[in-house]
């Protein structure tokens, strides 16, 4: 062994001697003792040492319980009755003055009684004397008051012995936590040293390569067991896997064979689709090129309409501009109202007509398409509406002139009709 290590051993075993004086720590001292003589004999023998190498030292001895300062006297029982019964003392005054007052006023109450005049004298000179007799000597006044008095110097004086004592456990408790720190402070970095060289010796004995390799072999066997029982849990969950897998193809087999007709027919259904589809697209685009053709057709009837009427208006009002001048001839306005009247009713019996054919194309379509239908239904009675405007107000006009022709005609002051120059019936026209 290296001398620098014998020599730090050496010290180490004096300081360990030297806390094993120290009456503090009394209850670990043999203890102690025994490890200084171990670490003493480790240069001959390190056998002794084989027990000390298995502690902690640490956890051992420095600890509060391994340390005490003095036998403590156990506490006389009167203190702790004290203690129990100092809150009640604290009453007993009061109990002794109102123990006075009840018989005090008890006595004034026998004496007013007996006397009402000596109510007149004042109740603590009263009380003082006794009530004339009818109070006890030691209820009177100065009795009770000395009473209570001693029982409150009594009281406080207990207290203030209560409390001295106190302050003196917690003194001397304080003082000996500090001791204990004390110590453990200089304990604790002899007992670490110690422990470094236990452990060198530790790693280094015969024993303890036996033990360690003892104890690694018990690992290994363990482990060992564990892996053979491991093995065999595996070779019981591959044999399951196995069975379950097997139960798994045969199940997808069966759903193999069952998934077949419905994929058939999903494929009819697929193709029955798209052929509805088709049809479906082709009766829309139809209808549509029918819808719009019947729109123009209508959209056309009413602009034919429109320059009927506008045609129709601008004649009305060349008629009546005619009207005026057949005041000057009467054969003329007939003949010029005759033919325009033709003229509008020709043209409006051919408008009429088209409407007709437009509304019939309109009900064709209706049997397929309700709701155009009934658009068109609006708008070819909007049309008869109009048609027969047109009428009333052409069968207006008819009347009107017929009226003014037979005024013209009753009167001997117009000249005879003559036929209107080419000119005039031009402009008419």
């Not at 024993?207 to 849990?233: I, K, M, V």
Request: proline share 4%; glycine share 8%; net charge negative.
């Amino acid at each position: 062994m290296p001398v620098g290590a014998s020599a730090n051993r050496h010290q180490i075993a004096r300081e360990i001697e030297e806390f094993s004086r120290e009456a503090a720590l009394a209850p670990r001292s043999e203890e102690l003792l025994e490890l200084c003589r171990a670490l003493r004999a480790a240069d001959s023998d390190t056998r002794p040492l084989d027990p000390w190498t298995e502690l902690d030292l640490l956890q051992a001895y420095a600890r509060p319980e391994s340390i005490t300062h003095g036998a403590s006297k156990p506490e006389h029982p009167a203190w702790g009755w004290l203690e129990a019964l100092l809150g009640g003392l604290v009453f007993i005054p009061l109990a002794l003055t109102w123990l006075g007052l009840t018989q005090a006023s008890s006595a004034y109450g026998a004496l007013t009684g007996a006397d009402p005049k000596a109510a007149a004298r004042p109740f603590l000179q009263l009380w003082q004397s006794g009530f004339e007799g009818h109070l006890t000597g030691f209820f009177t006044f100065g009795h009770v008051a000395g009473t209570a008095t001693v029982a409150i110097l009594v009281l406080l004086a207990l207290v203030l012995l209560h409390g001295w004592r106190r302050a003196g456990i917690s003194r001397r408790e304080a003082e000996a936590e500090r001791l204990t720190d004390e110590l453990l402070r200089r304990l604790v970095p002899s007992l670490t040293r110690a422990q470094l060289l236990l452990n060198s010796y530790r790693l280094s004995s015969p024993r303890r390569f036996t033990a360690e390799l003892t104890q690694s072999a018990e690992t290994l066997n363990r482990l060992g067991d564990r892996a053979a029982s491991t093995t065999q849990e595996l070779s019981q969950a591959a044999l399951l896997v196995a069975d379950s897998l097997d139960k798994a193809e045969k199940r997808l087999a069966g759903v193999d064979t069952s998934v077949r007709p419905l994929e058939s027919a999903a494929t009819r259904i697929e193709e029955a689709v798209r052929g509805g589809g088709k049809d479906v697209e082709a009766a829309v685009s139809g209808s549509g090129v029918m819808i719009r053709k019947a729109l123009e057709d209508v959209r056309g009837t009413n602009g034919e309409v429109k320059d009927v009427l506008e045609k129709a208006g601008e004649r009305v009002e060349d008629s009546v501009t005619a009207l005026a001048a057949a005041q000057r001839s009467f054969t003329t306005g007939i003949e010029v109202t005759g033919d325009l009247s033709a003229q509008v009713l020709g043209r409006l019996t051919e408008v009429v007509e088209a409407s007709v054919r437009g509304s019939a194309d309109a009900q064709a379509l209706v049997g397929r398409f309700a709701d155009q239908a009934d658009a068109l239904g609006l708008v070819a009675e909007r049309l008869g509406k109009a048609v027969e405007a047109l009428h009333s107000a052409l069968d207006t006009v008819g009347r009107d002139t017929g009226r003014d022709g037979g005024r013209d005609a009753g009167r001997d002051v117009l000249p005879a009709p003559r036929r209107p120059a080419p000119t005039d019936r031009a402009d008419v026209r």
